[in-house]
């Protein structure tokens, strides 16, 4: 397989890489200074691209590519991949699902505790030698309190599953109801943030979902909620959220994804109820070893006319 | 019970004091220039002692106290008061037990989240603009799936067990004697348990026993994969042991709430990145802070009603 063209889209993982680079001819889009020309050079002998959370395939490139026979995404979420360019042109999509489904729930909780426990704001507390001088202020609990969830998918029902250990109550939003679950579903997601005290964005990001957490949302959550957003930036209307945050009228926000990565509100800098991560909801070294492994294993199936390990499209 | 009167030893809830003086004749200690002066002028008065884990009643002032009857104290651990002093003396105890645990089963939670997906670190990180010049932060360690070990499975380490296992941990522990009413992994000896897991946490009582039962043997057994998560007491660890390991590699991080010299903690940790430092904030919430102090409040009226205690342990 090492004559087949590969085009990785960005810096993602070195040992992808380096396994990409052995068993194809690996391209890589970063480091051509003029892309639309290295494209044209290249377009005939490039049949897969590797994309992740930053860079997909868009329909430009797709257009481009005129042997495009497959796109596997070094990430779960598809929103920077043109299905429906995909489905048309009869092009397969893989993604990878299930290997991150623990890490990015963890992350959500490890986030909520540290918002509502002000875990990150009490450990610079300490460096800064502040606890000599007098104790840190009292914080909120968070056992018991209730978990409002946008999207009920794999991520989504194992931030459920670790939320309910510390007895917090759950409900969830999604497009329909989910059958055989237990937790309190609403169908208007303002009606669950006016029903919960942190709610966790877990959806996909589609046309529909963009902007799902707008002004609205953030005034029905309320000054004592809590946001917390696992899924993509453009979930949440920033501005809006950022003006709620400053102005008190939401009490905190755990934040991995924003907008513009990695552009963030340097509002938000100042502020001791947010917690601010670099997008690294799958950010193990287990698990982008097990993500990079999936990403191969499609790759190779395709081109071995096996069956796709994890295909979306 | 306006003429009851209750020393309290150094300010910890505005909302318990409050609550005590509308009760009680409260002597705060730390509004005297010493414990002396205090003494000199009120030691006939006190009957009650209101404590805490940072001063509480030790032998020389139960001593001193010839109409104490009670020492009710703002927290669960009892490593600040001379129980057996109390016990010759007839003197009862109460505690905060049940109220505070999941408050630091959380913390401890938090912690070895925050240690291992390196919250704290990616949080500077963003913050100090690094991540916008086009830095990637490195890669951390996942926690679902982990080892944990648990020296002390009472209330708040059954209750850190119960958190950890939604994660799809394994759960194993050490204490004095096997529980009979759990399935999980009984180690009779902390060796063998900081062997066998990836994340050992300290959540047993202080008492001369378990002082530094964290050392250098148990630290080396935890070794350089090994995480260490204290919300006990600042004493189970050999603070200068874990330090030196923390900064030579022979262990990977730590997460603590708890030093052995309050508000002191080592100015080695202070530049480490793989560690995660609270200032003794385990039960701090308003939710929880409210509900020790009406416990304390509680036992105080019982006693002095001559009712059964709430939360006795003496």
């Not at chain 1, 590969?6 to 001819?25: A, G, T």
């Not at chain 2, 049940?98 to 990616?122: E, H, M, N, P, S």
Request: hydrophobic letters at 40%; one cysteine or more; a negative charge.
């Amino acid at each position: 397989m090492e004559s087949i063209g590969v085009l990785m889209m960005c810096p993602m993982n070195n040992y992808l890489e380096q396994e990409l680079d052995k068993r194809f001819n690996l391209f890589r889009y970063w480091t051509q200074p003029r892309q639309s020309e290295f494209l044209i050079q290249h377009a005939e002998s490039i049949r897969a691209v590797v994309g992740n959370a930053s860079a997909g395939a868009s329909a430009e490139l797709i257009d481009a590519l005129p042997k495009l026979e497959i796109v596997s995404s070094y990430s779960v979420g598809l929103d920077k991949i043109d299905l429906i360019k995909c489905k048309e042109k009869g092009i397969r999509v893989t993604n990878t699902p299930d290997v991150l489904t623990d890490d990015v729930a963890d992350l959500a909780i490890g986030l909520m505790l540290a918002v509502l426990r002000r875990i990150s704001e009490c450990d610079r507390y300490v460096r800064s030698g502040a606890w000599k001088h007098g104790d840190f202020k009292l914080t909120t609990k968070f056992s018991g309190k209730r978990v409002g969830i946008i999207g009920l998918g794999r991520i989504g029902l194992a931030i459920a599953k670790r939320a309910e250990a510390f007895d917090c109550s759950i409900s969830y939003h999604s497009r329909s109801e989910k059958p055989n679950i237990n937790y309190k579903y609403y169908g208007s997601i303002i009606e669950l943030a006016s029903n919960c005290d942190i709610l966790v964005v877990a959806c996909a990001l589609t046309p529909e979902t963009t902007h799902i957490v707008n002004r609205e949302v953030i005034d029905a959550l309320g000054a004592k909620g809590v946001l917390i957003n696992i899924g993509r930036g453009p979930h949440v209307d920033e501005p809006e959220l950022v003006s709620a945050l400053v102005e008190g009228r939401l009490g905190g926000a755990g934040l991995d994804v924003f907008e513009k990565e990695p552009e963030v509100p340097e509002q938000l800098f100042g502020l001791d109820n947010v917690v601010l991560l670099p997008h690294v909801g799958s950010g193990t070294i287990e698990t982008r070893k097990d993500m990079a492994d999936l990403v191969l294993g499609n790759l190779e199936a395709h081109f071995a006319n096996k069956p796709l390990l994890t295909p979306v499209v | 019970m306006e003429n009851v009167g209750v020393m309290m030893t150094c300010p910890m809830s505005a909302y318990l004091e409050q609550e005590l003086e509308n009760r009680f004749k409260l002597l705060k200690l730390w509004e005297f220039p010493s414990t002396t002066h205090f003494l000199t002028q009120h030691s006939d008065s006190v009957m009650a002692v209101v404590g805490n884990t940072k001063l509480g009643a030790d032998s020389e002032l139960i001593e001193l106290l010839p109409r104490l009857e009670i020492v009710a104290s703002y927290s669960v651990g009892l490593d600040k008061i001379d129980l057996n002093k109390c016990r010759e003396r007839g003197i009862r105890v109460t505690n905060t037990p049940d109220v505070l645990t999941d408050d630091v089963a959380d913390i401890a939670v938090g912690l070895i989240l925050a240690a291992l997906r390196k919250i704290c670190a990616c949080d500077g990180f963003v913050r100090t603009g690094l991540w916008r010049n086009g830095d990637s932060f490195e890669l951390a360690t996942k926690f679902s799936g982990k080892s944990i070990g648990i020296v002390g499975l009472g209330r708040i380490g059954s209750a850190i067990a119960k958190r950890a296992k939604a994660f799809g941990c394994t759960i194993s522990y050490h204490s004095r004697t096997k529980k009979q009413d759990t399935n999980y992994t009984y180690y009779s000896n902390i060796i063998d348990l900081a062997s066998n897991c990836d994340i050992l946490v300290v959540a047993c009582a202080l008492t001369e026993e378990t002082r530094h039962i964290v050392n250098r043997k148990v630290i080396d057994a935890l070794g350089p994969k090994g995480i260490l998560i204290n919300i006990g007491r600042g004493p189970h660890v050999d603070e200068l042991e874990l330090v030196s390991a923390l900064c030579e590699g022979r262990l990977a991080g730590a997460g603590l709430d708890v030093f052995e010299n309050e508000p002191e903690v080592p100015k080695s940790l202070l530049g480490l990145q793989n560690v995660v430092l609270l200032p003794h904030v385990g039960s701090d919430t308003i939710e929880t802070s409210k509900a020790m102090a009406d416990l304390v409040v509680a036992n105080l009226e019982a006693h002095f009603l001559k009712r059964p205690l709430l939360t006795p342990v003496v």
